[in-house]
């Protein structure tokens, strides 16, 4: 199965950058998957997204709940979603489907973060929320079972 | 519901990180009294972050201010630095730079052009929406947008965030077969940028004729390296639709940023007081008599004259600058040999150096403070989105005159549109504007 993890963010906006870091580390980590820090808009996705059978999307949130929260697979409204500069993931995903491009397996990421501050460096509770979220997705992409962080 | 007594509309944030801002128009006795616009800027804070950093450093660093256009602040800075240090760069590194603009210009006029902006004009709320009933157009724009991003990843290492760029040329230059490989499918989008033009012209637009001044770069035919138009793009003196026709460095002495009051970014005029307006227009005003010959040729036929003062029809003037980048890379790639040396070597100078090229938004003005050590001590960034704020406020508010009658929501959706008129960063979610209404 051609998997790919591609971490969204803007790695100048503090805790926006948490896509980002998660697919830095995971990088290091995974064999049999492409990892993307993607710093590209995400409609370029759009070109990415049909090479694969499975993509995990990982990026920031904004729905209200407390910050360093790990969502997997959520069901959030798409404006909770901080898109930066462009459609929004959930906006790109739902324009793959239309338009055919869309993998047979598509998973969401998702960790809470507070108002994106200038420059780089995480809030402790993001950083906790990294080390726990590419736990839990090594694991489940080397075949095993666990639990959603949090 | 009263529409046409006293409305305070008061947008409380916008939707997306990099879109952080908020809009204030208040309506007294059905006038409009007053619209104030904020827009989030990075570059403020990408000033700070350049000071103690050396002089090669600014095409990396600032390159990341923005994701749709990058390649503007790459080359705005080179300018600015290679400037201050006197550099000469040879009719390759000339041609290679012009080459990555163009791509740039591709993706991200085509992203305004077909995704943002057309669904307004053909009823639909977004590109998704549309692309139901428009799959065709929305695969052509997506495969459109490749192209460029072709170009990018060819020249400048990849699509976004270029990598190859470098004060004095390129880390390496791209062989001529790699360029050649990207013939055949720009020669496809030039054909289909062409059919766009023609699409987007037959829109239905509405009347609005500000009267602002434009201002663009207008470059020196001698100074192109072969294939290269001299429309501006990467280079040129600063004009104006008053006369106007200075040099680069005398930016600071023509227009000025001032902190308008009830914004933390920075607005814009002219020293004299004036609001101008850059991008587009502004350029096919300035120069659209050197438009390559395929778009000058759709833009007559679809009766496009300079100078066009309405910022709804910014949509067609976008798509003949997409046929021009399009025609210009093929005749770029036609000439281009592969360089002995891919860069020149740069000593730092101690001094002030000034840069400014046309990013797809218009004219984006970098200056650089070096000492002698080649370490930058002040830094000022000025993008043409808080350029043109203060004109978009100032159509804001004949526009949002001339609809009062419409309710809140369309009145909105309207504004959106109205903005979306100037392509600034803010407008690439389909809905970055939330209104609220407070009645009086």
Redesign the interface.
Known sequence: MRTAVIGLGNRDRGDDAVGLLVADDLALRLTGADVFAWERPELDLLEVLPRYDRVVVVDAARSGAPTGTIHVDPVLPAADVAGTHGFGIHGVLELAAALDRLPDQVHLALVEIGPATHGEGLSDEVATAVEQLVAHLTSVLAGGDADVPG | MSHSHDRHIRVAEL?????EGAMHVTVTDGRVDDVKLEIYE?PR?FEG?LQGRMFTEPPDITA?I???CPVAYQISSINAIEDLCGVEVTDPIKQLRRLLYDGEWIESHV?HVF?LHAPDFLGYD???DM??DH?GL??TA?RL??AG?ALLEVVGGR???PINTRVGGFHRAPRRRDLWALVPELEWALEEAVGAVRLVAGFDFPELDHGHRYVALRPDPADQAPGCSSYPIDGGRIVDTDGLDVPVSSWPDEFEEYQAGHSTALHARTRDGATYLVGPAARFALAGDRLTPAAAAIAKEVGLTAPDRNPFRSIVIRAVETVHALEEALAIIDEYEEPDESHVEVEPVAGVGHGISEAPRGILYHRYTVDGDGRITDAVIVPPTSQNQRAVEEDLALFVQAHLELDDAALQWQCEQAIRNYDP?IS???HFLQLTVDRR
Do not use: D, K, W
């Open positions: 939707a997306r990180v990099e879109g990075p804070f972050l990341r923005c994701g749709i992203l995704m977004s590109a998704l692309a139901a799959r929305v695969e997506l947008r490749e991003n699509a976004v965030h960063c690439c979610s389909t």
